[in-house]
């Protein structure tokens, strides 16, 4: 494929870094309840914090489980200025507006600080081997950590 037609995020990663890893072909991500992403009102009008923004995906990504099949999980990939994307294996809060981002990126571990401002958060179903065990995402949100 020539670099024209290429999209600017396949022309700035690695060759061997797939766009995305292993789409589930027939799930699609379960629709979340407005009561589930607005139980308080006026926390979601507040000026939010990265703790927030992490509090709101943890949830999220537990109500997908609820609904996912066997053999689909729901996978969040980071995307920084620049291109680059890291599959996220854990979020955490560092402080008002920052996030450390650990996981790989090009199958190679890392980690990356950075304001919220300048992380795009992408979540998909990916299909995986049944009887491979769940890949956890965990999310340290006020000193504590959970998995989902």
């Given at each position: 494929m020539s670099d024209s037609y290429k999209t600017i995020i396949q022309q700035r990663q690695p060759e061997d870094v797939e766009i995305f890893h292993n789409v589930h072909p027939d799930v699609k991500p379960p629709k979340t309840d407005l009561?589930?992403?607005?139980?308080?009102?006026?926390?979601?009008?507040?000026?939010?914090?990265?703790g927030e923004l992490i509090r709101s995906l943890?949830?999220?990504?537990?109500?997908?489980?609820?609904?996912?099949?066997?053999?689909a999980e729901p996978t969040i990939v980071a995307m920084l200025n620049g291109g680059l994307q890291i599959q996220v294996?854990?979020?955490?809060?560092?402080?008002?507006?920052?996030?450390?981002?650990?996981?790989?990126?090009?199958?190679?571990?890392?980690?990356?600080?950075?304001?919220?401002?300048?992380?795009?958060?992408?979540?998909?179903?990916?299909?995986?081997?049944?009887?491979?065990p769940d890949r956890r995402i965990g999310f340290v949100i006020d000193g504590e950590e959970t998995e989902e």
């Open positions: 009561d589930d992403l607005y139980h308080n009102h006026e926390e979601i009008n507040d000026y939010r914090s990265s943890a949830n999220t990504i537990k109500q997908w489980r609820k609904h996912m099949p066997k053999d294996a854990r979020l955490v809060q560092e402080s008002f507006h920052g996030i450390r981002i650990e996981g790989t990126a090009g199958g190679n571990p890392c980690m990356v600080l950075s304001h919220q401002n300048n992380v795009e958060l992408l979540c998909y179903v990916q299909k995986v081997p049944e009887e491979e």
